[in-house]
């Protein structure tokens, strides 16, 4: 469902007051950025544009939330909105530009992902649908990618559905997990809507409901003969790895093939190693080994330095709800106003903690390459671009400072994707964002890419931008 009440209350009290206070249609310009990037990692990957365009495109009041607002009450039971200003929001089409980083894009803190600018009643009333969107997607699709580069080339099928943080979060972390790297995905509505593939084996359940463990085994062969996974821990999971080789013989007889078996719980590095034995003995070293069991990037990359004969890795609670870290932390803030004269007034977000203040003006993202690998980005105002010599200072710590060589490759990231409130172009795939997404991993240091303790990628302001900030600093 696409609705503007998807909204926080402040976000129309203070359009209404906007509206009263004549500053309406005062055109102004917003950021959406972090500030810390997640799971204590050297990276985060761009997600969930996709879906926060088709929430702006759809963008209307209807007469039902309209009425709906006008039956709000103070709490002396006064209307809490004036019916002019219900008049107003029920004629309101949205009259924004964006720019944005594209899905997949590799991230860091301080970036806007979003470029807001236009009439600032408008850009306040979509600030928490794209929090709400952008903050979520851009988590799981970093966490995603984090358990993708453990698992070192081997299959990942997200998993996660049944313990998703309801039915659109469920959705939503699919979309995001594809994006970040996943082979496939349980949910098969996810499949459905963003052409993600559908993987899937057999519960517990399938097995208990028969006397039996080789008939279970051998019965849902039958029912799926070219598509079978079977779950062999139910009881005793070498004894029904043996099990499922009895099964494997059947199908081959017949002309197919078993898929694979499932360790599900125990010592997965030691389990594998003798489920590998056992089916390369008997002549099946085709049939692939798929874990799950609470699995995360750390827990991969342990089982992989400890030698487990995994060849596909099922991640589920972990990484849909980014269990480690659920929520990025994400912010959007007031960064310029246009003045009378036309002008355009840089505004800053101050706090004692250096970290929490924002980066005034209206923003670009450049970022330099050299010989093919990422190195660096500079937050710089569109209005000043950088000089041919960059020096990117790091918000955080004004000390650690990158020199640009003069010969690098740039590109701009923050890219257009609405004129006016009408979409430019049409909306990109998840599997376009996903291809991105693994060609710039590609691109970077590897040491960026570690789990623990990564390399600290370049990304900061231009020296000029950071020396107006510094300035407004003073000046307050």
């Not at 049944?162 to 496939?184: E, K, M, N, V």
């Not at 049409?426 to 890419?449: D, F, M, N, V, Y």
């Amino acid at each position: 469902m696409h609705s503007p009440l998807q909204t926080d209350l402040y976000q129309l009290t203070m359009a209404a007051a906007y509206w009263q206070a004549g500053k309406a249609h005062q055109e102004s310009v917003f950021h959406l950025f972090f500030r810390r990037l997640p799971f204590k990692g050297g990276y985060a990957i761009a997600a969930g544009l996709g879906p926060a365009l088709e929430w702006l495109r759809d963008f209307k009041f209807s007469t039902e939330e309209i009425d709906y607002l006008a039956a709000l009450r103070t709490k002396n039971q006064y209307p809490m909105f004036e019916g002019k200003f219900l008049d107003h929001l029920a004629d309101l089409r949205l009259a924004l530009d964006i720019d944005a980083i594209p899905e997949g894009s590799l991230v860091f803190a301080h970036e806007p992902l979003l470029r807001v600018q236009g009439p600032i009643l408008h850009a306040q009333l979509v600030e928490t649908a794209l929090l709400n969107i952008v903050n979520f997607q851009t988590l799981i699709a970093t966490k995603a990618a984090r358990v993708c580069h453990a698992a070192a080339g081997a299959p990942v099928f997200e998993f996660g559905y049944r313990r998703a943080q309801g039915p659109d979060g469920g959705l939503s972390a699919s979309r995001a997990s594809w994006i970040g790297g996943c082979c496939g995905t349980s949910n098969v509505l996810a499949g459905k809507i963003h052409g993600i593939p559908v993987r899937g084996t057999h519960a517990h359940s399938w097995v208990m409901s028969f006397d039996d463990e080789q008939e279970a085994f051998d019965r849902y062969a039958d029912a799926m003969p070219d598509n079978s996974t079977l779950l062999v821990d139910t009881y005793d999971t070498l004894t029904g790895v043996d099990r499922a080789i009895e099964t494997a013989r059947r199908l081959r007889a017949k002309g197919h093939q078993l898929s694979g078996i499932r360790l599900d719980s125990g010592d997965l590095a030691w389990l594998s190693q003798q489920a590998r034995a056992r089916l390369d003995a008997a002549g099946f070293p085709e049939v692939t080994i798929v874990a799950s069991n609470d699995l995360d990037e750390h827990l991969i990359e342990s089982l992989r330095h400890q030698d487990a004969k995994i060849d596909v890795w099922g991640v589920g609670t972990n990484l849909v709800t980014a269990a480690d870290q659920p929520a990025l932390g994400g912010v959007y803030k007031l960064a310029a106003l246009r003045l009378a004269d036309g002008t355009w007034q840089p505004r800053i977000k101050l706090s004692e903690q250096r970290a929490k203040s924002s980066i005034p003006g209206r923003l670009q993202v450049r970022r330099y390459q050299l010989d093919g690998e990422l190195i660096g980005d500079a937050i710089h105002d569109i209005d000043q671009p950088p000089p041919s010599s960059v020096t990117i200072i790091d918000p955080d710590e004004p000390l650690r400072r990158k020199d640009i060589p003069k010969e690098a490759e740039s590109m701009d990231l923050l890219q257009p994707v609405m004129k006016e409130g009408m979409l430019i172009g049409s909306i990109e795939t998840p599997t376009a964002a996903r291809e991105r997404c693994q060609s710039s991993l590609a691109q970077i240091h590897p040491g960026i890419l570690r789990l623990a303790n990564p390399h600290r990628y370049a990304a900061g302001m231009e020296q000029t931008l950071h020396e107006r900030r510094e300035s407004m600093i003073q000046e307050f």
